[in-house]
């Protein structure tokens, strides 16, 4: 079994268990104001394995399988399968940490989702192939974007709506775990950090 289908297991398990154990979120959410000592550090990743509800959930797993997939087969061709799932459990906790800083005074910020570890498979897997195959939108059936296309307007999106605010959405995970995902690939793997640049001049 690949490791992508384990993680998205486990996460579909506690998601689930905590959709009716209002305690289980309390306990696992990223909630900057309860973190006052190392004792509540462990909500920087736990908050990974939560979700609001279940298109959040089916979302980001959805994601996940998708480009998953393509982002292990590749470590695994290098001989580190494992480093993979390093990725994407760093890349949750490394995400969460400009939200804690951001909103550690704030009583009522809560924060959770897989998003900032999902973000960093998806840039991992861009790093690898940037113009190969094609990233579908939501709701507009039929019409993809490249990757890399697809990277920089998500960057650019996320960015944006971080500084912006007004949502219940945690954009700045999502740029920072986007951003750790690119980095950590191509630290792990800087090889194919020549071929990346030749693709992307071609």
Not at 41 to 59: E, P, Q, T, W
Not at 65 to 70: L, N, P, V
Request: aromatic fraction near 16%; charged fraction near 10%.
């Amino acid at each position: 079994m690949s490791y992508t289908i384990i993680l998205i297991i486990i996460t579909c398990i506690i998601s689930v268990i905590a959709f009716s154990n209002d305690e289980l979120k309390d306990r696992l959410i990223l909630w900057p104001k309860r973190m006052d000592r190392p004792e509540e550090y462990y909500r920087f990743l736990s908050s990974g394995f939560i979700h609001a509800d279940i298109m959040h959930l089916a979302v980001n797993m959805w994601v996940l399988y998708s480009f998953g997939s393509i982002s292990e087969e590749w470590f695994a061709a290098i001989g580190m399968r494992f480093a993979y799932v390093v990725l994407y459990l760093l890349a949750i906790v490394v995400a969460s940490v400009p939200s804690f800083m951001k909103h550690k005074n704030n009583a009522y910020y809560r924060s959770l989702g897989a998003s900032g570890g999902v973000a960093a498979i998806l840039f991992s897997s861009v790093y690898f192939n940037p113009w190969s195959g094609g990233i579908g939108l939501l709701f507009v059936p039929g019409i993809t974007i490249k990757p890399i296309i697809f990277a920089i307007l998500y960057l650019a999106y996320s960015a944006y709506m971080d500084r912006r605010g007004g949502t219940n959405i945690n954009h700045g995970a999502h740029f920072w775990g986007s951003v750790f995902g690119f980095v950590f690939t191509l630290l792990v793997e800087p090889t194919h950090g020549q071929m990346f640049i030749q693709q992307i001049m071609q």
